[in-house]
């Protein structure tokens, strides 16, 4: 017989959860959710909130129970689609970073996401990277050490400083920056991770300590304007570091491509003579509202045909399922939403598919590696390099 746990309730809407007291279950949420489009998965997301409301969740001690109901808890990437579907606006994954949190503070979360708090606790990025090799990618280039005075302090993203397959958009970005001659400078080895990912992950003393790291650090530089290789980083600021956060100029790579090729300081050249379509982040599209500017990017580089995935672009785009920790769980064949995303982008006769995002990056090309896809998966930074030449 069931039995409400009150206190658990209790706990989770003053961890953040007090959304789930808006939902009335109409279940248009359903429709727009990734794991909708996913054949073996039934992910009843509008169910969660009514389970908060009753004191339903983690009121279980039967181990398998336990280790099902987190499966599940761990489903949603943040992705933020049922939010722009819901008719009372319910932030369903602010709710679920509230139960995580409670999962989180009694260890009760997957492994390998367990691994990746405690290599970020210990060395300040979820990879475990030495914070003095966090800019090793850009030895034998010539990249200045921000200092004050300078326009533009570039936070790089631990996943593009460590990752060896997105260093190689690091070093695209430093050869656009220098041929605008951009002002600008790296944080180096004092930098540490934005804590976007964990905090939605449920880790929130982990994020708070890096908050408070970061933002000591850019008010120490006088930082004036923040450069983002990430979407990830860019959205967490914007939401998560509040007056740093809001007395500073936020911008994203492609805001400033576009900018430079708009002004006339950046004109690609070398033609790409290949149908490429666009993959629109959830943290840059539908959560920091940037859909234009990768495009016009693209659609400057000569001979390139950009294509949009039917049904499924801008503010409809399915996630890659990399955000709210995903990026760090390893879901069974046939159910990844990545495997979903690559086939919609193969489907539009593309070659390419161009991404601004690191973890969209990652997702994407172990899902066509392993669906032995005949497409390419390259950042719009990496795209553009290649036109500009040498």
């Known amino acids: ?28 949420c359903m429709s727009l959710c990734p794991w909708y489009q996913v054949d073996n998965v039934t992910f009843t997301v509008y169910r969660l909130p009514q389970a908060v409301r009753l004191g339903a969740v983690l009121n279980t001690e039967d181990k398998e129970k336990v280790a099902a109901e987190v499966t599940e808890l761990y489903r949603c990437v943040g992705c933020e689609a049922c939010l722009y579907q819901c008719p009372r606006g319910v932030d369903i994954p602010a709710v679920l970073r509230a139960v ?43 990249v200045p050490v921000f200092a004050p005075g300078t326009e533009y302090a570039w936070f790089t993203c631990c996943t593009a400083d460590y990752d060896s397959r997105c260093q190689a958009v690091g070093r695209a970005t430093v050869s656009i920056l220098a041929r605008a001659q951009v002002s600008y400078g790296v944080l180096g080895a004092k930098q ?81 003579d290949k149908r490429v379509t666009y993959h629109d982040p959830c943290t840059l599209g539908r959560q920091s509202g940037i859909y234009e500017e990768p495009r016009r990017v693209l659609q400057s580089i000569p001979g390139l045909e950009l294509v949009e995935i039917e049904d499924f672009n801008r503010d409809q785009s399915v996630c890659c399922g990399g955000g709210g920790g995903g990026l760090w769980l390893d879901w069974p064949k046939g159910e990844r939403l990545s495997d979903i995303r690559v086939k919609q982008a193969a489907q539009t006769g593309a070659k390419v598919l161009a991404v601004a995002c ?28 290649d036109s500009l030449g040498e």
């Open 100 to 142: 995580r949190r409670i999962l989180v503070e009694n260890r009760s979360i997957p492994s390998p996401l367990q691994s990746t708090i405690a290599r970020t606790r210990a060395t300040g990025n979820p990879l475990g990277g030495a914070p003095g090799a966090r800019t090793d990618w850009a030895k034998g280039l010539s």
């Open 358 to 385: 690191p973890y969209c990056l990652q997702m994407f090309e172990d899902s066509v590696k392993t669906m032995n896809l005949d497409l390419e998966v390259r950042d719009v930074a990496e795209l553009l390099a």
């Open 192 to 272: 540490v991770c934005c804590g976007e990912a964990l905090r939605k992950a449920g880790a929130e003393q982990v994020f708070r300590q890096l908050a408070e790291d970061n933002t000591a650090l850019i008010t120490r530089l006088e930082v004036k304007k923040l450069l983002f290789t990430s979407p990830h980083c860019l959205n967490g600021f914007r939401r998560n570091y509040g007056e740093i956060a809001a007395g500073r100029e936020l911008v994203h790579v492609t805001q400033l491509f576009a900018r430079l090729i708009d002004e006339g300081q950046l004109t690609p050249m070398k033609h790409l």
């Open 1 to 28: 017989m069931f039995s409400p746990d009150f206190e658990i309730r209790d706990l989770i809407i003053e961890y953040g959860g007090e959304e789930a007291l808006k939902c009335y279950q109409c279940g248009m």
